[in-house]
């Protein structure tokens, strides 16, 4: 069987059914950004349509790769983060043409792919200490489940230190901004949201059914739980029908229009650093943190990383020649793993669903594309596939108990990661704190070398970035 011998499924003791279950269900908990993308660099003067087909195109491409080269169930796509950082940041605020802003992603997706012909990224991954895969692996967990819970409503951003300033009687710019940080380090950062809100019950009901089907050991629980939820969004008429198929938009505004030859000036260089640190962290987070979850670790290492990283690179490379922003793996791919995905089955599913989307818009929008949080109101909620993300995360936290908690220099590091990466919403965020951490920590506990050369870089290149960026 050709897929038997691509993908050596009995070998992981998985089936065609199952890894085609567990793509499926990546595909929807990241569906979104299929929408989102456009949205957030259509603000940057780029065309919709243009950037939704590079969108889906560059996941696929990237999805497919990572499938076939590395073998792994983790599916790519434009990161969130980096999305907003290219608009608002480099296009709006520093007044960057997008035309340089997709050549400085390229530039940074070309240097990927010159640093893993010398396989630096891949000896990153191979010195990361185990007690660090494991909490990485705990911290996307958390962060997974915060996101799950705030796409829901269940979760919400806590205004009420700054009610102060609408009753200030001065709402011009320069005041907002003055007032707002003052309230920057307000305690009180979230807050339990309206359970009663529509969005909210209907993430409830998923979130339940999941945990029944998963407790009955039904196969598929958490795709079937994200199908009833949208029928029953369909059925309360949270969404609205649009239909199933449309003919795809040209991609022709966006196609080709990096320019990388204006990349090359001095003022661009925080910029093409900012780009390659969060991608560089966030996809070997992401790598070790699903990696270790789905049993890809073999003796604190990752086989077949090397071919990974090019997946990544060449993602990145391709999405900014299309028209998109910084390709990175996904941490929704957790979702997958969590259906029995383990090989590169589930990521080439998950690719071959972006292509299919350019055809089926109208349904994946049904799905992905969010709900009003309110009447009128831009702030969308996800409550199709929010609780899929909860239930994940609750899943990826029990590698916390690999850790070795009686053990503080190797205990306080992954607790800092565990905690980091969900309070400041960054997977890089968080394996800063842990690398710098435990890079003190093993120095002055006279354990220096417990630990490789490179685990020292690291920290020492985090405490930089901190202090210069």
Known sequence: MALENIFHLSEK???VKTEVIAGSTTFMTMAYIIFVQPAVLSQAGMDFDAVMMATCISAALASI?????ANYPIALASGMGQNFFFTFTVVLAAGIPWETALGIVLFSGIIFLILNLFKLRQALLDVIPDSLKYSVAAGIGFLIAFIGLSQAGIIMRDNGPLAGIAFSGNLNPESVLSSLKIYEYAGGAVRLGDLSHPAALLSLFGFVLILILMVRKVKGAILWGILATFILALLTGQIKWQGIADLPPSIAPTFFKADLLSVFRWELIPIVIVFFFTDFF???????????????VKEGKLPRASQALWADATGTVAGALLGTSTVTS????AAGVEE?????????????????A???????????????AAEGSALLLYPITAPALIVVGCLMVQSAAKIKWSDVTEATPAFLIMVGMPLTFSISDGLAFGFISYSILKIFSGRAR?????VY???????????FL
């Open 13 to 15: 003791q998985t089936s």
């Open 65 to 69: 790769m990572m499938g076939l080269l």
């Open 282 to 296: 966030d996809t070997i987070g992401t790598l070790v943190g699903v990696g270790a979850r789905a049993g890809l």
């Open 330 to 333: 996904y941490i929704e791919s």
């Open 340 to 356: 029995g995905g383990r090989t590169g089955l589930t990521a080439v599913t998950t690719g071959i669903l972006f292509i299919a």
């Open 358 to 372: 350019i055809f089926f818009a109208p349904l994946v929008r049904m799905i992905g594309g969010g709900v009003a």
């Open 450 to 454: 417990e630990a490789s050369w490179l």
């Open 457 to 467: 870089l690291l920290g020492a290149i985090f405490t930089a970035k901190f202090i």
